[in-house]
Nanobody
């Protein structure tokens, strides 16, 4: 198990940018696929992005591809989500999560979750 803490959320105007960070505890961070998910009020939690253990491969939801970038630093036990050209529909609570499975993108494959950080995009 890994403990995850997100930060970096906030209020931004449409077209703006935010950078989310997730700090992980534990000595085995590099053994996990890391992902970001989001949940808007009244909606299911949905996949946003994921990155493999060594950072060599990344995966994105169609809705964010080309605007968001996921990255990780295994030396610092962190994973980041750079969000550019934000839209009001990106408003949600964003969660960091870890998975023991390679190339995981399905919510059920992620075992540890942070508490979430709120992103609000105004029009």
């Amino acid at each position: 198990q890994v403990q995850l803490v997100e930060s970096g959320g906030g209020l931004v105007q449409a077209g703006g940018s935010l950078r989310l960070s997730c700090a992980a505890s534990g000595r085995t961070f590099s053994s996990y696929t890391m992902g970001w998910f989001r949940q808007a009020p009244g909606k299911e939690r949905e996949f946003v992005a994921a990155i493999t253990r060594d950072g060599g491969d990344t995966y994105y939801a169609v809705s964010v591809r080309g605007r968001f970038t996921i990255s990780r630093d295994n030396a610092k036990n962190t994973v980041n989500l750079q969000m550019n050209r934000l839209k009001p529909e990106d408003t949600a609570l964003y969660y960091c999560a870890s998975s023991p499975f390679p190339s995981a993108t399905i919510k059920g494959d992620f075992r540890s979750w942070g508490q979430g950080t709120q992103v609000t995009v105004s029009s």
